[in-house]
């Protein structure tokens, strides 16, 4: 995903705009560039100046500060993730028209830019690059500001200079997210708000369809008026503190995040559970027969465990989908079902699609998000904030956590029996749930060693059952995304339907073996592998004596009830992921060909 800044006041511009960049590195991207009005001291504001580099942001600042750098007034910035044409320095942002007049950066897809091409091209226009991105730039110079957002189909978030008009930044969002920092006569903007933190303490997350322009006089906002909120994101959240990665430190964060999920909305000793985002559609709710969880990647893998708590504690058919597959479909949404749209951005674009298609057949949506004020968080009619904090890591960890607390959360919300001994239980064990995360993160060298003793396998096979399925896929997911391993998650009772002629010495399984009900049959999957001589890592129960007769390496976790067991196991896994790829020597907050957010379908 793309990351767009700007900025206009008194300041320098340039510094500020390549610092919000860099917070926004996390993304993804493969070049990046400025435009800014130069300045001189005595003369003041001479014209623009563009620089761009390809590859990482330490280029672009070689480029911008290391030669006597003008002065900056205001100033724009963009990082690529290339989606049109390969990373290189023409087709980096931004972008200019014919003339040299207009400066443009995009976040975003314009969809019919072969066809908008066509008819610039035939108006005179020549193009410098491959990017969709240059075409916007064209037909703002052909037909004005106004008329050209019209023409556009897709999805962006611009920041646009003027070389006429050299202190003024004008700006327009659609499907992609864009939030201006409202300062003391000054103002920025970037793609997302936690790049702002520390700079400023008031945000306005531009909703669909807003454009505007800022100027150091103020700023001005429609069609629609603009609503100015406080950015309550600490500065000190968005840093790493003393942790070498933020995944580390998200990890870390596992025991807070549960809390911030429960805090205020579970009270065990009353048998209650509050979802104040909930009450607004509580009347319908009342009438939903079935749920459909539709969302992507680690994402879909909390919507499968959240499938089962449904089905047990809200006693709801639920029936999780893969929003790029979902969309696609004639319509699987049976009626009086209410969809909840799972989603740690609140950006992606596969799940904003699918959310869209389902609203549009009058289904009750219901988010689950962690990015307050996202597009996700817009579209749909109620839902439950994660209150997770900014995850900065590519690879979702805390935002898994968090997601499975809220599930459990709205499956007893949703229980027509909050004093069953079972939604007791539930309620109860969600309250020591940090508890024993914290004893888990506590043992973490020794998931450390473990990582070193497996280092030198190619595959990984990750076996759960049950409530421990899910987790095995989001284990798998993590070794792959961070460490580039290959690793299939699997359920136990799969095995013999074909992967178990995988199994050889070269072949490890890490099999969640913990004790519940399926833990017999987990045990028989353990003694087929180690009949083939496959090496076995095993996640199981505090005190279990028997499990060290058939695994190779066993860590343990604390017992707890199994709808929540996915969120104790799972993080000895999320710190195996963690440790292989820190252990290889790779940017295990910036995973190769990841972005944080995918804005693309
Ligand atoms: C998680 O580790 C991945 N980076 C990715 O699968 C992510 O979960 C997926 O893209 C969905 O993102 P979202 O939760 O922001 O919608």
């Known amino acids: 995903m793309c990351g767009i800044a700007g900025y206009i006041g ?3 511009g340039l510094p500020i705009v390549f610092g919000t960049l860099r917070k926004l590195e996390y993304r993804g991207y493969d070049s990046a560039g400025v435009a800014y009005f130069v300045k001189r001291r005595k003369s003041g504001v001479k014209g623009v100046k563009v620089v761009k580099t390809v590859g990482k942001l330490d280029n672009l600042e070689q480029a911008i500060f290391d030669k006597k750098s003008s002065l900056a007034a205001a100033a724009i910035g963009h990082t690529r993730w290339a989606t049109h044409g390969p990373p290189n320095e023409i087709n980096a942002h931004p972008h200019w028209d014919c003339k040299k007049e207009i400066f443009l950066v995009h976040n975003g897809i314009i969809e019919n830019y072969k066809e908008l091409k066509e008819e610039l091209l035939k108006a005179g226009h020549h193009f410098r690059s491959q990017t969709d991105t240059e075409v916007a730039v064209h037909l703002i110079e052909e037909y004005g500001f106004e008329k050209a957002l019209k ?8 920041a646009i200079i003027y070389r006429k008009e050299p202190n003024k930044i004008y700006f327009a969002r659609l499907g992609s997210p864009l939030v201006v920092g409202v300062g003391q006569e000054e103002y920025y903007l970037a ?12 945000v306005i997350y531009l909703k669909d369809g807003q454009r505007g322009v800022l100027s150091l006089g103020g700023f001005k906002i429609g069609p629609t008026r603009p609503k100015v909120e406080p950015l309550d994101i600490d500065p000190e959240q968005a840093r790493k503190g003393d942790f070498p990665h933020f995944m580390l430190k998200e990890i870390f964060e596992g025991p807070e995040v549960v809390r911030s999920a429960l805090r205020g909305r579970l009270f065990p000793e009353r048998n209650l559970v509050k979802l104040g985002g909930l009450e607004s559609a509580a009347d319908k709710l009342k009438k939903i027969r079935r749920l459909e969880i539709i969302s992507c990647g680690t994402s879909y893998y909390s919507g499968l465990a959240g499938e089962l708590l449904f ?3 809200s006693e709801l058919p639920a029936e999780i989908h893969l929003a790029s597959e979902y969309r696609y479909r004639k319509d699987p949404t049976q009626k009086r079902a209410a969809c ?7 950006e992606t674009a596969d799940t904003l699609a699918a959310l869209k298609k389902a609203g549009s057949r009058g289904y009750l949506t219901l988010g689950v998000v962690n990015a307050v004020g996202s597009s996700i968080a817009r579209a749909t009619e109620a839902g439950v904030y994660n209150h997770a904090g900014p995850e900065i890591g590519v690879a979702s960890t805390k935002a898994f956590l968090s997601q499975l607390s809220v599930l459990a959360l709205m499956s007893l919300f949703l229980s027509k029996n ?19 995360i914290k004893l888990i993160l506590a043992q973490s060298d020794k998931i450390k060693e473990l990582a070193k003793k497996y280092l030198k396998y190619k595959n990984f096979l990750y076996l759960g059952r049950g409530y421990n399925y899910p987790t095995a896929l989001e284990g798998a997911l993590k070794i792959k995304e961070i460490a580039y391993v290959h690793a299939e998650g699997y359920a136990g009772g799969e095995m013999k339907h074909g992967p178990i002629a995988l199994v050889d010495k070269n072949f490890p399984i890490v099999a969640i073996v913990t004790q519940n009900g399926v833990y017999e049959k987990m045990i028989s999957n353990l003694e087929e592998i180690k009949a083939r001589g496959g090496p076995i890592l095993a996640i199981a129960t505090v005190g279990d004596k028997n499990i060290g007769k058939l695994a190779d390496d066993v860590f343990y976790v604390p017992k707890t009830v199994r709808q929540l067991e996915p969120m104790l196991n799972v993080v000895p896994l999320q710190l195996f992921a963690y440790y292989f790829g820190a252990l290889k020597g790779y940017d295990v907050d910036k ?6 957010s995918v804005t693309v379908e």
């Open 10 to 12: 008194k300041k320098e």
């Open 191 to 202: 793609s997302d708000p936690t790049a702002l933190a520390g700079l400023v303490k008031r």
């Open 151 to 158: 023409k556009i189909v897709g999805a962006y978030a611009f």
């Open 311 to 313: 089905e047990e504690l």
């Open 418 to 436: 909050k004093k069953s001994k079972t939604a007791k239980e539930v309620m109860r064990e969600l309250s020591a749930i940090p508890g024993k």
């Open 591 to 596: 995973p190769r060909n990841l972005a944080k």
């Open 340 to 346: 909840v749209f799972i989603s740690q951005s609140g």
